[in-house]
């Protein structure tokens, strides 16, 4: 009897280095989940959009300090700009469904 195509030894999942064949999606590991505790928003809205007359796209919160800006999909992108002036790297989607935090510093989901 002979090994389907694609089948490991013993007809087991053929495996990559470390990882087998069917991969799961874990978030990497960031220093700066470090900043983050839990916070409390300081607004509902995006303030600068807000004295700007600019309507956001979506919000997200600082993990750092609780302030909530526009995201770069926004035409403000304040989010970025408060990282930019706090260092403050960790924010994540005020949304109804589950949060997705962003860090600015490495430019990817944590």
Known sequence: MGLARG??????????????????VVPLRCDHLDAVRPVVPQSEVCEQCKAEGLDP?????????GWVA????????????HYEE?????????????????????????
């Open 7 to 24: 089948s490991g030894p013993n007809g087991s999942r053929p495996r990559y280095g470390h990882l087998d064949a069917v991969r799961t």
């Open 86 to 110: 706090t260092d403050h790297a960790v924010n994540a989607e005020i949304a109804t469904g589950p949060a997705t935090r962003w860090c600015y510093v490495h430019q990817r989901a944590v």
């Open 57 to 65: 796209v979506a919000l997200r919160l600082c993990l750092s300090c």
């Open 70 to 81: 526009c995201s770069d999909g926004s035409p403000g992108r304040h989010a970025r700009a």
